[in-house]
């Protein structure tokens, strides 16, 4: 199973980005058996739960520290998630993690919660 993420970028505040998670190597139990999650670490600090998405039936769970900014979707005919962020905050800067994340999903992910995690991409947010 790999998670590829991609998107990240240098934005100013109150800016927007995009990020793109692909996932494969999910073949049985495939990718709509699985929730995926976003979360963010900066140095120093734990691994915490942003958002997530049951790819069985499309339900969302954010963290409220994002509500209202930041969308997260998937296409399931790519095996792929986004996670629309707009309104970008300097505490926002931190490196992004997608994760696969078994279902059901009621609650905002912990890093406990996943089974595979990609490699990160790096968001900065300029004051």
């Known amino acids: 199973v790999q998670l590829v993420e991609s998107g990240g970028d240098l934005v100013q505040a109150g800016g927007s980005l995009r990020l793109s998670c692909a996932a494969s190597?999910?073949?049985?139990?495939?990718?709509?058996?699985?929730?995926i999650g976003w979360f963010r670490q900066v140095p120093g600090k734990g691994r915490e739960g942003v958002a997530s998405?049951?790819?069985?039936?499309?339900?969302?769970v954010y963290a409220d520290f994002v509500k209202g900014r930041f969308t997260i979707s998937s296409d399931n005919s790519q095996n792929m998630v986004f996670l629309q962020m707009h309104s970008l905050k300097p505490e926002d800067t931190a490196a992004y993690y997608c994760?696969?994340?078994?279902?059901?999903?009621?609650?905002?992910?912990?890093?406990?919660?996943?089974?595979?995690w990609g490699q990160g991409t790096p968001v900065t947010v300029s004051a």
């Open positions: 998405i049951s790819n069985n039936d499309g339900t969302t």
């Open positions: 994760a696969i994340i078994p279902l059901p999903v009621w609650e905002v992910p912990t890093y406990r919660d996943a089974v595979y």
């Open positions: 190597g999910l073949t049985f139990p495939g990718f709509e058996d699985y929730a």
